[in-house]
């Protein structure tokens, strides 16, 4: 810990004994409900995420970054949090799985910060059993603080009472919540549905859950959290060597192409780029541009619009041709792939600068932290795809799963093209990304 004068703020960290809980929801209520109190709140997601962020964005009016100190480092992790302390009179962080799951874990995270956990867990179906869970996961490490339980999806206040009384005065029942499909946040195949897709609707379900949190029998979790000690990292910040200066790198971005970690783009300015966006759907011409970068997304759902787009793919192509630098994550690969075959058995042609084709596969896929091996350095990546692609060419490498001996996703080269499954974490390796960016003449796969 830094013996530098720390910043106090109020923080809480919603963690639970498994995904579909509820946290994302409750996070983004009691972003709403305090600042609807005028209350500046910033709110970070633990691990790869791009959906969850968009959602809770929307509901705290603040941007929304990611936490992982596997994907960051901890010294990352420790001055986001004392730079958002700052400007901040709440942080809230939203945990990612279980608990304990993951290397790091919710629980590794919280520890290592000192903010209090508070334990979300659907109670349908259990009552005095959900108090022992509850009182498990509380007891499992004595370097967690916990601060109470949210019982999710509550039948009745009889439910909550069983509940509340099987607690032991160490962990108390902060809120019983009942059970509301009107707050139910929309869904598709990899998560939550794209903010910006149900702006409206999300507006109208963050109130009425800000609501639902005032509604509740137990009232503790409205109450105004501790303010904890936040230090900045001793060390300081490394200077950064302007490997993109001058160079224009064009970002896809629109419903197709939207996973894209804010922190990337302001690695890419940091490395000296100046960063315009485009749109594959809608737009006729690429603009003018020294790298092209195609994050991931869904494709699949505008496999035809893109498709169809002869303008746009035609100076894709062209682009490629000229030996400029592409990347290409996950949807950004599908894009680049002969053809694409969507979720109702469709084939549609696409760019054709990486040969093979792609499909979905329903719900089967693939998801995990690897290490992006590049021949510019490593790079901290994930996956989180449920798509294959075939015949492709052979791959200059594999990622490296971070728990298990087998190759991760392989990784193409093809003249400036970069192309994976892997999400890239920019912060993790500037100087390899900044490599990535730039001209590289004659690489071939």
Not at 25 to 52: C, M, N
Not at 276 to 293: G, M, R
């Amino acid at each position: 810990m830094s013996s530098a004068d720390p910043i106090y703020c109020p923080a809480l960290f919603l963690t639970a004994p498994a995904s579909n809980q509820g946290k994302t929801t409750i996070t983004a209520a009691l972003a709403r409900y305090f600042s609807q109190q005028g209350k500046v709140v910033r709110v970070f997601k633990t691990g790869p995420d791009y959906l969850d962020p968009q959602i809770l964005a929307q509901a705290s009016g603040q941007p929304v970054e990611q936490l992982d100190m596997w994907m960051a480092g901890e010294e990352y992790c420790q001055n986001t949090l004392y730079e958002a302390a700052q400007c901040s009179d709440l942080i809230l962080v939203e945990g990612a799985m279980g608990m304990f799951d993951g290397e790091p874990s919710s629980a590794d995270l919280a520890a290592r910060f000192g903010i209090p956990l508070v334990i979300v867990m659907d109670v349908k179906g259990m009552a005095q059993t959900a108090a022992a869970i509850a009182h498990g996961l509380a007891t499992y490490r004595d370097d967690v603080l916990i601060a109470g339980l949210i019982a999710n999806c509550c039948g009745s206040e009889r439910h909550a009472e069983l509940i509340r009384d099987a607690l032991p005065e160490s962990l108390p029942l902060l809120s019983s919540l009942k059970r509301d499909e009107e707050i139910r946040l929309p869904e598709r195949h990899l998560g939550l549905v794209q903010a910006n897709e149900v702006k409206s609707e999300l507006e109208e379900c963050f109130n009425k859950a800000s609501q639902w949190l005032q509604n509740s029998q137990d009232t503790g979790l409205l109450e105004w959290p501790n303010a904890i000690a936040f230090y900045p990292t001793e060390r300081k910040p490394e200077t950064v060597e302007p490997l993109l200066a001058n160079k224009v790198i064009a970002i896809a971005k629109d419903a197709a192409f939207s996973f894209i970690y804010d922190t990337n783009v302001l690695a890419l300015t940091s490395l000296g780029a100046r960063c315009v966006f485009f749109s594959p759907l809608n737009d006729t011409h690429l603009p003018a541009a020294d790298a092209l970068w195609l994050p991931g997304g869904y494709p699949e759902l505008h496999a035809q619009a893109l498709s169809e787009n002869h303008s746009i793919l035609s100076e894709i192509r062209a682009f490629h041709q000229r030996n400029k630098p592409i990347l290409a994550e996950c949807g950004g690969l599908l894009y680049s792939l002969d053809s694409l075959t969507d979720l109702d058995g469709q084939t549609f042609p696409l760019l054709g600068i990486l040969e093979g084709q792609g499909a979905m596969r329903g719900k089967r896929g693939c998801q995990g932290m690897q290490t992006a091996c590049l021949p510019q350095g490593e790079v901290r990546a994930h996956a989180h795809h449920r798509s294959l692609s075939e015949n492709t060419p052979e791959p200059i490498g594999y990622g490296r799963r971070q728990r298990h001996p087998a190759p991760g996703e392989p990784i193409f080269q093809n003249k400036g093209l970069t192309a994976s499954y892997l999400h890239l974490y920019f912060p993790s390796n500037l100087e390899a990304i900044g490599k990535v960016f730039s001209t590289v003449e004659g690489r071939e796969c």
